[in-house]
């Protein structure tokens, strides 16, 4: 998830992905950052599912509602990762690398913890047993500084996807407890490290006119597959939040199987997003780098929608689809909003909080400041992928 992230890799006039770059100079104004419209787009689009998801969860009773819900975190997840991944390239472990990590993802992390355990202790939910287990979509960040910091090691193997997709197969097959959700970081690494290595013409392949058809004919598919079928299995596939173990489930001949499928599924239905999302410039093309404050600020609107009884409320005005319309178009409302220029002026002292004094800041042999001088410019470049979240 990024508040300001560019892409890091490329210097041609197109971008990573083949497509005009969205902005010469970023939403801040520093000049000479240059975006890929693609991801931006894909970006906002997917952070606009995660706000829909969180937000029709009180309202999945009815099968229409539950399958919208269940199609949407098939994929949703990992195609953040997967582009977490891809603008993870960059990172190798310097100092300036690390100054940003810890001001632009655990920050935040540690930050918004505070913020939603407040939130959780006013509407009567409970809390995790401390800071290292993440709070509902804190997690998200926590994985994030986990899978930075283990791209060199990546770049390193011979086989990273092959070794990647075991890990996330062993991270099923053991309980893993809640500490930084390992689980998840475990689970999903396969997207991350298959981010690692997409290159631009991955991107081409995906914008094909045979491979946009096979996108949109599979995206139909498994929305119509998840309202006659998968909308009745249970949720934990793809939240990827606990382990087979966790769930008593035997390896043989369901649990493997079914996460392999889970995996392929989602690698499938990543593929279309990216196949089918503009690759020029829209409207909310600039809105891709602020998901961010989308991703971290709307979990406050959706506990408090259901504090004060919205829930209740709309779906006995409307029935329980007209509920659930209503709330799918707010959210996003919801998502433009955030992104709007006063929220983040009101709200960039948490999202992307200045911690420069806490960073050290070596002094090189001119007597200037050296390895950690980029913290200045930390802002500048915040987490990949916008978050989102399961539960």
Request: net charge positive; proline share 6%; charged share 15%.
């Amino acid at each position: 998830m990024a508040s300001t992230t560019t892409l890091p890799h490329d210097r041609s006039d197109r971008g990573a992905t083949g497509a005009a770059p969205a902005d010469r100079a970023d939403p801040g104004g520093r000049p000479g950052k240059r975006r890929d419209a693609l991801l931006d787009n894909a970006k906002f689009l997917l952070i606009v599912l995660v706000v829909v998801g969180h937000t029709i969860e009180p309202l999945t009773d009815t099968r229409l509602g539950n399958a919208v819900y269940y199609w949407i975190y098939l994929f949703h997840m990992p195609a953040f990762v997967l582009i977490s991944g891809y603008l993870s390239k960059s990172f190798d472990g310097s100092p300036r690398r690390i100054d940003k990590l810890l001001t632009t993802i655990a920050a935040p992390y540690v930050i918004f913890w505070g913020v939603y355990a407040l939130v959780s202790l006013a509407v009567g939910r409970n809390l995790p047993d401390g800071p290292l287990d993440p709070l509902w979509l804190t997690w998200f960040l926590a994985a994030l500084f986990v899978w930075r910091l283990t791209v060199p090691v990546w770049q390193r193997l011979r086989w990273p996807l092959a070794v990647a997709v075991g890990v996330s197969l062993l991270g099923g097959l053991v309980g893993t407890g809640e500490v930084l959700s390992v689980s998840r970081i475990m689970s999903l690494l396969p997207f991350f490290v298959a981010g690692l290595l997409l290159e631009p013409h991955h991107f081409a392949f995906l914008r094909q006119t045979w491979v946009r058809v096979w996108a949109a004919i599979t995206m139909v598919a498994t929305a119509v597959v998840s309202y006659v079928y998968l909308e009745q299995l249970s949720r934990e596939w793809v939240y990827w939040r606990e382990s087979l173990a966790d769930r008593d489930m035997d390896l043989l001949p369901v649990g493997i199987p079914g996460r392999l499928l889970f995996l392929v599924l989602a690698f499938a239905l990543t593929a279309a997003v990216l196949s089918l999302t503009p690759g020029r410039t829209t409207h909310f093309t600039r809105l891709g780098a602020l998901t961010m404050y989308v991703y971290l600020l709307h979990g406050l609107f959706v506990r408090g929608a259901d504090a004060l009884g919205y829930y209740d409320a709309v779906a006995g005005l409307l029935g329980d689809h007209g509920a659930l319309a209503l709330t799918g178009a707010l959210s996003v409302g919801l998502a433009y909003l955030l992104c709007t220029p006063w929220v983040r002026r009101a709200t960039s002292w948490a999202v992307e909080p200045r911690v420069d004094r806490l960073l050290r800041r070596d002094r090189g042999p001119s007597g200037g400041a050296g390895g950690a001088a980029g913290a200045a410019d930390t802002r500048a470049a915040a987490p990949a992928a916008s978050g989102a979240g399961t539960r």
